[in-house]
């Protein structure tokens, strides 16, 4: 995304827990630049002419700084970040110039209000690429470009961000415990360093308790604490007496890595929507529900910000999807995204609307990795200058593709787990398509309805 203005980054971020910077005025003098790690840490670089400095330019130094490896170079990107919005940078951009201009993104691109909009201030984030395939992520051996990940993936478990079920956040859990104390400690020591430290240093916040939620509710904080401690506790002493010897620097940290690879979502940009509720109750009365929408190099993931599972997760293959702007005063901007599926044993299209002012961010990139897909180039993604984490263009097209409305897709399961899809809990609209005819019908009280030109 382009900007109209030029700029740089304070020397020293003056207020705030997590010390971030604020954009400063226009300078050409050498000046500090901050470079946020996920977690908070900083490459702290002194640059010239920092008012017009790019992202390349950046990239170059911060490397340098944090001795990654050409190998690894396209492993990670710049972001800005706020707790309003997050925004991958092109090579080209100039993160001063975007700075400037983040309230009209956030007026463009988020819900906030204009007081949260005026108080919202963004940080240079590095972090990881959305464009780099995870299949080139398995060959890194640097033990920094690792840890840097792992760093990265730790912060989204924890988060809750990846939804995992409990065999997974303990299993990982467990590893970061015996990254940070080591192996071997006998039952007394592991426990008191685990009470030390606290649970919610290895757990998600809302399983651990530090964010509330449904298991806060349901058990007893004491019974659900000693619980979660004997679990997480059992897998250090399984992790332990795995080897006799100490492990490799790099063993627990591909360890933790290819679990979270497991997970379908690894990888994604994070984008915030709402879809409506199913009706409930005798008046029938519907809402929003809020959700995140990731999508990475393979697929599109609509989670629950609460419940913190997935609600639909689908490969390109399995979707076609579009994007509409508002027609008019009060309208929302909406991402529809149509699958495969099934009422009362018919087959039928489904469509899911999910709202948001991000919308056309969304369309666009699962555009480009759609084309990236069919092109066979998703390990060149970051070489080109065609990503659209930042398109100002309008993606209304998308639907144009080979897999716009009407394609094969595959069937999804439902299943237990967090990771699998509940498309039995979403609100969609269910239609047939009729093929040649042109003629469609939407599905009412589980039978076929033609659709007239006034329905359509």
Same mark, same amino acid.
């Given at each position: 995304?382009?900007?109209?203005?030029?700029?740089?980054?304070p020397?020293?971020p003056?207020?705030?827990?997590?010390q971030r910077?604020?954009?400063?005025?226009?300078?050409?003098?050498?000046?500090?630049v901050?470079?946020?790690?996920?977690g908070?840490s900083?490459?702290?670089?002194?640059?010239e002419?920092?008012?017009?400095?790019s992202?390349?330019?950046?990239?170059?130094?911060?490397?340098?700084?944090?001795?990654?490896?050409?190998s690894a170079?396209?492993? +990670? =990107?710049?972001? %800005?970040?706020?707790? #309003?919005?997050?925004?991958?940078?092109?090579p080209?951009?100039?993160?001063? &110039? @975007?700075c400037?201009?983040?309230?009209?993104?956030?007026?463009r691109?988020?819900?906030?209000s204009?007081?949260?909009?005026?108080?919202?201030?963004p940080?240079?984030?590095?972090?990881?690429?959305?464009?780099?395939?995870?299949?080139?992520?398995?060959?890194?051996?640097?033990?920094?470009?690792?840890?840097?990940l792992?760093?990265?993936?730790?912060?989204?478990?924890?988060?809750?961000?990846?939804?995992?079920?409990?065999?997974?956040?303990?299993?990982?859990g467990?590893l970061? +415990? =015996?990254?940070? %104390?080591?192996?071997? #400690?006998?039952?007394?020591?592991?426990?008191?360093?685990?009470?030390?430290? &606290? @649970?919610?240093s290895?757990?998600p916040?809302?399983?651990?308790?530090?964010g509330?939620?449904?298991?806060?509710?349901?058990?007893?904080?004491g019974g659900?604490?000693?619980?979660?401690?004997?679990?997480?506790?059992?897998?250090?002493?399984?992790?332990s007496?795995?080897?006799s010897?100490?492990?490799?620097?790099?063993q627990?940290?591909?360890?933790?890595?290819?679990t979270?690879?497991s997970?379908?979502?690894?990888?994604?940009?994070?984008?915030s929507?709402?879809?409506?509720?199913? =009706?409930?109750?005798?008046?029938?009365?519907?809402?929003?529900?809020?959700?995140?929408?990731?999508?990475?190099?393979?697929?599109?993931?609509?989670m629950?910000?609460?419940?913190?599972?997935?609600?639909?997760g689908?490969r390109?293959?399995?979707?076609?999807?579009?994007?509409?702007?508002p027609?008019?005063?009060?309208?929302?901007?909406?991402?529809?995204?149509?699958?495969?599926?099934?009422?009362?044993?018919?087959?039928?299209?489904?469509l899911?609307?999910?709202?948001?002012?991000?919308?056309?961010?969304?369309?666009?990139?699962?555009?480009?990795?759609?084309?990236?897909?069919?092109a066979?180039?998703?390990? =060149?993604?970051?070489?080109?200058d065609?990503?659209?984490?930042?398109?100002?263009?309008p993606?209304?097209?998308?639907?144009?593709?080979?897999?716009?409305?009407g394609?094969?897709?595959?069937k999804?399961?439902?299943?237990?787990?967090?990771?699998?899809?509940r498309?039995?809990?979403?609100?969609?609209?269910?239609?047939?398509d009729?093929?040649?005819?042109?003629?469609?019908?939407v599905?009412v009280?589980?039978?076929?309805?033609k659709l007239?030109?006034?329905?359509h």
């Amino acid at each position: 995304m382009e900007g109209d203005e030029c700029g740089g980054f304070p020397p020293e971020p003056s207020e705030g827990s997590s010390q971030r910077g604020s954009v400063a005025s226009s300078v050409t003098r050498a000046q500090d630049v901050l470079v946020y790690l996920v977690g908070d840490s900083a490459v702290h670089l002194c640059v010239e002419g920092v008012a017009c400095v790019s992202v390349q330019e950046l990239g170059r130094s911060v490397r340098e700084a944090l001795h990654i490896p050409d190998s690894a170079m396209d492993a +990670f =990107a710049f972001w %800005l970040c706020s707790p #309003l919005l997050e925004l991958q940078l092109k090579p080209k951009h100039q993160p001063y &110039k @975007l700075c400037r201009q983040w309230q009209d993104l956030l007026y463009r691109f988020t819900e906030a209000s204009e007081e949260d909009i005026s108080q919202d201030e963004p940080c240079l984030q590095y972090r990881r690429n959305v464009f780099y395939p995870k299949s080139k992520e398995l060959q890194i051996e640097d033990e920094g470009v690792l840890r840097l990940l792992y760093d990265e993936a730790r912060v989204n478990i924890l988060a809750g961000r990846f939804p995992c079920d409990p065999e997974t956040w303990t299993g990982l859990g467990a590893l970061s +415990f =015996a990254m940070e %104390l080591g192996v071997g #400690l006998d039952d007394q020591k592991a426990t008191a360093a685990l009470r030390e430290k &606290k @649970l919610i240093s290895f757990l998600p916040a809302h399983v651990s308790g530090g964010g509330g939620g449904l298991f806060s509710t349901l058990r007893g904080k004491g019974g659900r604490q000693a619980g979660l401690e004997h679990n997480l506790l059992e897998e250090y002493r399984k992790i332990s007496t795995l080897g006799s010897t100490p492990p490799e620097p790099t063993q627990h940290l591909r360890q933790y890595l290819s679990t979270c690879h497991s997970l379908p979502y690894y990888g994604c940009a994070f984008f915030s929507g709402e879809i409506d509720k199913p =009706a409930q109750g005798i008046l029938h009365r519907a809402g929003r529900k809020a959700v995140n929408v990731g999508i990475s190099l393979e697929g599109v993931y609509v989670m629950d910000i609460k419940e913190k599972h997935v609600l639909l997760g689908l490969r390109f293959s399995e979707l076609s999807w579009d994007h509409s702007y508002p027609e008019g005063e009060g309208d929302s901007h909406i991402l529809w995204l149509e699958f495969d599926g099934e009422e009362a044993g018919t087959p039928v299209n489904k469509l899911l609307k999910i709202y948001s002012k991000q919308a056309e961010l969304m369309s666009g990139l699962i555009e480009f990795c759609v084309e990236l897909q069919s092109a066979g180039e998703g390990g =060149a993604a970051t070489e080109t200058d065609n990503d659209v984490s930042l398109s100002h263009q309008p993606a209304g097209q998308a639907g144009n593709s080979d897999r716009g409305r009407g394609g094969r897709r595959g069937k999804l399961r439902r299943q237990s787990s967090v990771v699998c899809s509940r498309v039995h809990t979403l609100n969609t609209i269910s239609y047939v398509d009729n093929g040649e005819s042109g003629e469609s019908a939407v599905i009412v009280n589980g039978k076929p309805h033609k659709l007239t030109e006034r329905d359509h």
